[in-house]
T-cell receptor, first 114, second 115 residues
Framework: AQKITQTQPGMFVQEKEAVTLDCTYD???????LFWYKQPSSGEMIFLIY??????QNATEGRYSLNFQKARKSANLVISASQLGDSAMYFC???????????FGTGTRLAVRP | DSGVTQTPKHLITATGQRVTLRCSPR?????VYWYQQSLDQGLQFLIH???????AKGNILERFSAQQFPDLHSELNLSSLELGDSALYFC??????????????FGEGSRLTVL
């Protein structure tokens, strides 16, 4: 079974600053994938970034990077140069070796202050 | 636009009723997933279909059922509705490889309100 833990229910960040959203996971699968999704107030789920468990380098996508620390079982999302449009709910999720589903964390609500 | 289409977008019904939510996956995706998002429970996995076959089941209630048709669209049937079934129901699709879900592409969701 997989478990995702996001311990920050809500966070504030000043516009143009960087912010780190925490995510820890637990799994017995040797191979797994880690994902981050953004859910704005409009409700849609937007894929941000993916990290495979065997990937040597941390994933980056534009202003998003995933700080993957396998030994600590953490997959934190770093958003650089925050923008007002980054205000949203952010979910960490993982897929196990069978890939049958994504297991989501409870989310972190990020508010960007002007 | 993710390419995943869900209908209806909003639905209001009464307790005890039955509703059907419909999902059309992205072109080429054989996998369809259903998730329920309630205010107090985050995103809960309900069920995964691959090319018409059930692949995985989450904590889906017996009152709920789903299927994937030969044209790959999927339907989620919710019956004997209760107030607690009010939620946002997401469908997602992916190119499932058998070892990794790959990126899930989500529809805009169907918001169900049970009165």
């Amino acid at each position: 079974a997989q478990k995702i833990t996001q311990t920050q229910p809500g966070m504030f960040v000043q516009e143009k600053e960087a912010v780190t959203l925490d995510c820890t996971y637990d799994t017995s699968d040797p191979s797994y994938g880690l994902f981050w999704y953004k859910q704005p107030s409009s409700g849609e789920m937007i894929f941000l970034i993916y990290q495979g468990s065997y990937d040597q380098q941390n994933a980056t996508e534009g202003r998003y990077s995933l700080n993957f620390q396998k030994a600590r079982k953490s997959a934190n999302l770093v958003i650089s140069a925050s923008q007002l449009g980054d205000s949203a709910m952010y979910f960490c999720a993982m897929s196990g070796s069978s890939g049958d589903k994504l297991t989501f964390g409870t989310g972190t609500r990020l508010a960007v202050r002007p | 636009d993710s390419g995943v289409t869900q209908t209806p977008k909003h639905l209001i019904t009464a307790t005890g009723q039955r509703v059907t939510l419909r999902c059309s996956p992205r072109s080429g995706d054989l996998s369809v997933y259903w998730y329920q998002q309630s205010l107090d429970q985050g995103l809960q996995f309900l069920i995964h279909y691959y090319n018409g076959e059930e692949r995985a089941k989450g904590n889906i209630l017996e009152r709920f059922s789903a299927q994937q048709f030969p044209d790959l669209h999927s339907e989620l049937n919710l019956s004997s509705l209760e107030l607690g079934d009010s939620a946002l129901y997401f469908c997602a699709s992916s190119v499932w490889t058998g070892t990794n879900t790959g990126e899930l592409f989500f529809g805009e969701g169907s918001r169900l309100t049970v009165l």
